[in-house]
């Protein structure tokens, strides 16, 4: 953890002369360590000189941060109105049967999380959905399963 | 060589652009010299092949990444004729009929050249703005009649000028890229497309006004177009566009890139200031108003990121060019996006006054499932459903609010007529109760009380007693909460409610 705890340290000098420094820092962390820890709360609290419960607070209202660590491929399914006209709820269905959990859990062997957004700003090739960062369009079961299985391979 | 164009536009990527780009690397590598634009914003083409000819550039497309070898085979780098081929891209109706301020350079050049984006009109305007006084800056945009874009409208020379207007050392400009609307891709489209453009009108701003840093705050769902903006920046700063004296006229203006996390909220502007801040996204009460106390309390233009890209062209043609366009109090060009189902979408820029019908019907080609259009959902989805009725409204904002309508942003999502309307009510309450930052009580309890209530009518219990609470509630949350999340929630309630009202009854559901 002290390892852990300095490598926080130092992202947060790295932002030192940044404005209202604590989202970057936080993003950092999150693309170094996949999560943010518990237990590194303090220490930002000390390095940016701001309560414990500021920085809870700020990691609580985005939906973008996890506070546990997860090696799942993340699979988004938009749920926002443009890809619910070509049938979003009904992708939302098919992926929730694929894995077998719904939106915000994730799989017992924990390889897949099926999490909703709103919005990938990709409407006029709804529905879409985002794995692992990269986007696609023109979504259905049978491609979803297409994408997996060559994710699955590379 | 002859010169290829694939997108690296995300939306062209996301049904196969990269894959086409390797197979025709693969076989014709040694052949071509391979640019990657931005999309034309013909979505429904991509991936869209262009071959530079004498003709012009010729269009090939969809195309899928197997079919690039056929298609080389048959003389595609040569332009010649194919069923995919879809003649010079100019010359379809589609491109020939906008008229592209905006997005003048978007799919035309390559996003991170700065040869291009001189060679095709960058930093004139620029370059005019830092010739003259801040004044007269702000001056050309008040002439312009440029509203803001990201959907309330008001007009950003007078929201420069109250900022030009407030002393203090510091000010900033912010760049609202928090683009979280569905049926809006525009932003990113031109972020991913032409950023030099957005770099340049932020610099015109922070000139205009006396500011020294920006903030260009994006969407985490945006990566590409992070990623773009970031590596623009760092060019820019190479050549002198950015930094410490800007184009050699001591302007000092330096740019970052912010990058959001997953809040919606985080688009209304107050609540985006306080996440700047590092802080939760909570909306602040106005006044006082960001144009006096805004970013870390110091004046702060903050504005849209078309709103930003309109201001190099309205500098190098001057503000009188741009407000001969348009109609009424609605002036200049709007970058339209068709999505949702609809045969052809992607993004239409044309001067405001063209109706809903040319642009859905007529440019749109209707649905995509090929089904009548039953709505369609203007502004986001705080704004109104509109019944086919009204598809000959003009595109105005003042037409649009006397319908109890929103032109908002231009994002126009269409429905067919399997819709329930019933279900993109209760959605509506359903998004503001899962993304409202929570501060007032209309917006926070409110739409948890409307998914209750409507659920409650569509399950037909006592339909018209819960109708009227239903109201009462739209009504609260319009005049009593503190911004456009909570006040305007009750617009698609509304509208779907006033035009739809059948799919509000247990008969019609149990019909369906």
Redesign the interface.
């Known amino acids: 953890m002290s390892e852990d705890a300095e490598t926080v340290r130092a992202i947060v000098a790295a932002h030192r002369g940044d404005r209202g420094p604590l989202l970057p820092i936080l993003h950092d962390i999150q693309d170094t360590f996949g999560y943010i820890d518990q237990e590194w709360i303090p220490v930002l609290a000390t390095e940016l000189n701001v309560s414990r419960a500021d920085v809870h607070g700020v990691i609580t209202f985005y939906t973008d941060f996890r506070s546990e660590p997860s090696q799942a491929t993340t699979v988004r399914v938009c749920r926002a109105e443009a890809c619910q006209s070509l049938g979003a709820e009904r992708l939302v269905a098919d992926t929730e049967q694929m894995f077998g959990v719904k939106l915000g859990q994730t799989t017992p062997d924990g390889s897949v999380r099926l999490e909703q957004v709103f919005c990938l700003g990709n409407c006029a090739l709804a529905p879409a959905v985002q794995i692992n960062g990269r986007m696609y369009g023109r979504m259905d079961r049978a491609r979803l399963v297409e994408v997996l299985a060559k994710g699955a391979e590379s | 060589m002859i010169t290829v164009y694939v997108p690296r536009d995300?939306?062209a990527?996301?049904?196969g652009a990269d894959e086409v780009a390797a197979a025709l690397e693969q076989a014709a590598g040694e052949r071509i010299r391979l640019v990657r634009n931005g999309s034309r914003g013909m979505?429904?083409l991509?991936p869209l092949i262009e071959v530079a000819t004498e003709r012009g550039r010729i269009g090939y497309g969809p195309v899928s990444p197997h079919q690039v070898q056929g298609l080389i085979d048959a003389g595609m780098l040569d332009g010649a004729d194919h069923e995919l081929c879809l003649g010079v891209v100019d010359e379809l109706p589609w491109m020939r009929d906008q008229q592209r301020l905006c997005f003048a350079r978007v799919g035309v050049t390559d996003p991170l050249s700065v040869v291009d984006y001189e060679a095709h009109g960058g930093l004139t305007g620029l370059r005019q703005a830092l010739a003259r006084e801040p004044a007269d800056v702000v001056a050309e945009m008040t002439e312009s009649g440029l509203r803001g874009r990201g959907g309330a409208g008001f007009p950003a020379g007078v929201k420069w000028q109250t900022v030009l207007d407030t002393p203090g050392e510091t000010k900033f400009v912010c760049c609202n890229a928090d683009?979280?609307?569905?049926?809006?891709?525009a932003?990113?489209m031109l972020m991913e497309g032409d950023p030099f453009c957005l770099i340049e009108g932020m610099t015109i701003a922070a000139h205009a006004v006396g500011a020294s840093?920006g903030y260009i705050y994006v969407r985490?769902?945006?990566?590409d177009a992070v990623a773009t903006l970031r590596r623009a920046i760092d060019i820019a700063y190479e050549h002198g566009w950015l930094g410490e004296n800007v184009l050699g006229s001591g302007l000092r203006f330096d740019l970052?890139v912010?990058?959001?996390?997953?809040?919606?909220i985080c688009g209304e502007e107050t609540s985006m200031l306080e996440?700047?801040?590092?802080?939760?996204?909570m909306v602040r009460s106005k006044p006082p108003i960001p144009a006096i106390t805004g970013l870390?309390g110091k004046p702060t233009i903050v504005n849209n990121v078309l709103t930003l890209a309109s201001v190099p062209r309205i500098l190098a043609d001057g503000g009188a060019a741009y407000s001969e366009l348009g109609i009424e109090r609605s002036r200049g060009t709007q970058v339209f996006?068709?999505?949702?189902?609809?045969a052809r979408?992607?993004v239409f820029e044309t001067a405001f006054g063209i109706t809903l019908d040319e642009l859905i019907n007529g440019y749109g080609g209707g649905t995509?499932?090929g089904r009548p259009v039953r709505a369609v959902?203007v502004g986001g989805?705080l704004g109104s459903y509109v019944p086919v009725s009204q598809f000959d409204l003009p595109t105005d904002y003042e037409a649009f609010a006397a319908a109890e309508a929103m032109l908002g942003h231009g994002?126009i999502?269409?429905?067919?007529d399997t819709?329930d309307m019933s279900k993109?009510a209760r959605?509506a309450m359903e998004?503001c109760a899962?993304?409202s930052c929570g501060k007032c009580t209309p917006c926070r309890v409110g739409s948890v009380r409307g998914v209750e209530v409507i659920d409650r009518i569509t399950g037909g219990e006592d339909p018209d007693g819960n109708l009227a609470v239903l109201n009462d509630l739209c009504e609260l949350m319009t005049d009593g909460s503190l911004c456009a999340m909570g006040g305007l929630t009750p617009n698609p309630v509304r509208s779907a409610l006033t035009h739809f009202p059948e799919d509000f009854t247990v008969n019609h559901r149990e019909a369906k």
């Not at chain 2, 912010?258 to 919606?264: E, I, L, S």
């Not at chain 2, 999502?413 to 067919?416: C, R, Y």
């Open positions: 995300s939306a990527v996301s049904v979505l429904w991509e683009e979280g609307d569905s049926g809006t891709f932003d990113r840093e985490s769902e945006y990566p970052f912010r990058v959001g996390a997953g809040a919606y996440s700047l801040e590092g802080k939760r996204g870390f996006q068709l999505a949702g189902n609809i979408g992607g995509r499932s959902q989805p994002g999502v269409v429905f067919d819709t993109m959605f998004f899962e993304e």
